[in-house]
């Protein structure tokens, strides 16, 4: 009998660390999580002490390996993705001078202000492709220059979390392209960190902070140690891929390789991609970075405001309202209230702007159209309809339409809620391909883990074997009428916050 080949695939996420086993086949044969707690020193502040973090990516390691039953001398490869943005400053023995930056800081919001009425987003744009944003390298490193200029002269590195995992694991500190282009500091034309964006900064003093290696996602980026081994239960020597941007990860992990696919990630963030192999299709979009396939660029519309917003409405309301109830089983309840509501078409409209806006600056969160009338159901299912709408604003603004002549592959929170995701074929009124496992973005890493130890010649070849399709949800026509009236009223209301917010 064929001995099975073992990869970790690590996701450093926003708000919870996972790791997971697969086989060369792509069985997901267990996972493990924990959620790290973040410190809010100030309002704005999103931050997680680097230490906590790293314990944390061994426990679940451990747990995961444990959990799986095998041997940890069977596992090929390891690698990790982790979350875009967010600063982690390194000492000149690599230790970390201070708590890690997460990528939903909004503490430069007043400074990301003053560079797009200066004209100096626009100017970075012509190089990046990409508009700035409070939690990125690009805006973070100027704010500590002005209010924290002691870190900086301590500082010998700047890295993204999944750099930061690797380098624990190996002892070798490098980035890769996903991640290098996702700081906008980084030339995507170039492709390299460009002195002249850290001039434009005004940090042209700190570009020494970005000169690590720069690896493609599946080339091997060092060994795990001896002493990693120990805290992490794995196997001293085992390759450790580069890891990419877990935007990237998630598309990698849905079998995408081309331009024919939409991919959908609906996770704390929504995150809308597509892959192209034009920059010049870039030019003139929100966000853009290098992908995982050399060659490729991603070209993203994402914001917090997906299914971060349902757990807000799940944490406050309902779980007072049903406390026997597990937090798995409170979401099966969602599902089965909505159906025995008749998913009743009502006109109340949720905008899901609880943390952030993709529409109008600095709007919150609201409701349109409640009266006496509305049930608690009518209430979940418009919360769970606002964030697709949501969605689709994003989708219209990748590609003109909420209607894309391509195949969409979702994946995220809302996959396991199978009346969620019919809710989203309807609104489109296209097929939507769920993919097998859970766990997108640490199967990403698996894959390119697979393609680093050899096990796998390229990425072509570890898709095929370990992507697979579990389930197309079929659009129903009769709805058609109604979202697309009701899209247009969500897309009003969105006016009615311009006038509101102006």
């Not at 309002?43 to 444990?66: F, H, M, Y």
């Not at 019919?422 to 939507?432: H, K, S, T, V």
Request: aromatic share 10%.
């Amino acid at each position: 009998m064929k001995k099975h080949a073992y990869f970790i695939g690590i996701d450093n996420g926003g708000s919870a660390i996972k790791a997971a086993v697969f086989d060369e086949n792509g069985r997901e044969l267990s996972v493990s999580q924990i959620q790290i707690p973040m410190d809010h020193p100030n309002p704005g502040w999103t931050e997680r002490d680097p230490l906590s973090v790293w314990r944390g990516n061994c426990q679940v390691i451990r747990d995961a390996i444990g959990k799986a039953q095998i041997c940890s001398q069977d596992i090929k490869g390891v690698s990790v993705c982790g979350y875009g943005g967010g600063l982690g400053l390194l000492d000149n023995a690599n230790t970390p001078i201070a708590p890690f930056i997460v990528s939903t800081d909004t503490r430069a919001s007043q400074l990301l202000g003053e560079y797009s009425e200066s004209g100096i987003n626009s100017s970075l744009y012509q190089m990046t492709l990409q508009n700035l944003w409070a939690g990125q390298q690009a805006m973070l490193l100027p704010w500590l220059k002005k209010h924290r200029p002691d870190l900086l002269k301590q500082a010998c590195h700047m890295v993204s979390i999944k750099d930061y995992i690797r380098y624990c694991l190996t002892g070798m500190l490098a980035t890769d392209y996903t991640d290098a282009s996702c700081t906008n500091l980084f030339n995507i034309r170039d492709k390299q960190f460009d002195p002249e964006i850290f001039g434009l900064l005004d940090i042209r003093e700190y570009f020494h902070l970005a000169c690590v290696p720069i690896l493609q996602s599946f080339e091997t980026a060092g060994f795990v140690t001896s002493e990693a081994a120990i805290q992490c239960g794995l196997a001293e020597g085992i390759p450790v891929a580069a890891g990419l941007y877990d935007v990237d990860s998630c598309c990698l992990a849905s079998g995408i390789l081309d331009s024919s696919c939409l991919c959908l990630i609906t996770g704390t963030w929504s995150i809308n991609e597509y892959l192209t192999n034009d920059l010049e299709e870039c030019i003139g979009k929100n966000g853009n970075t290098i992908a995982f396939l050399p060659d490729y660029y991603i070209i993203e519309e994402s914001s917090p405001t997906s299914a971060s917003n349902f757990d807000w409405y799940a944490n406050h309301f309902l779980s007072r309202m049903y406390p026997g109830l597990e937090r798995h089983e409170l979401y099966d309840y969602c599902s089965k209230a909505i159906l025995e509501s008749g998913l009743k078409q009502t006109d109340i409209l949720f905008m899901p702007y609880l943390y952030a806006s993709n529409s109008v600056p600095d709007a919150k969160g609201a409701f349109f159209n409640l009266d006496s009338s509305h049930t608690p159901a009518d209430i979940l299912l418009a919360i769970y309809e606002g964030i697709l709408f949501s969605s689709c604003c994003h989708i219209e603004k990748l590609t003109g339409t909420i209607h894309p002549q391509k195949q969409i592959r979702l994946s995220g929170g809302i996959t396991n809620s199978p009346v969620w995701t019919q809710i989203l074929a309807d609104i489109l009124q296209l097929p939507i391909q769920v993919m097998e496992g859970k766990e997108r973005g640490a199967l990403g890493a698996a894959i390119c883990a697979s393609v680093a130890c050899d096990y796998y010649s390229d990425f072509h070849s570890a898709v095929k074997k370990m992507c697979h399709l579990s389930r197309t949800y079929i659009p129903d026509s009769s709805k058609a009428a109604f979202y697309k009236e009701k899209y247009k009223r969500f897309k009003k209301a969105i006016q009615a916050l311009e006038f509101f917010y102006k």
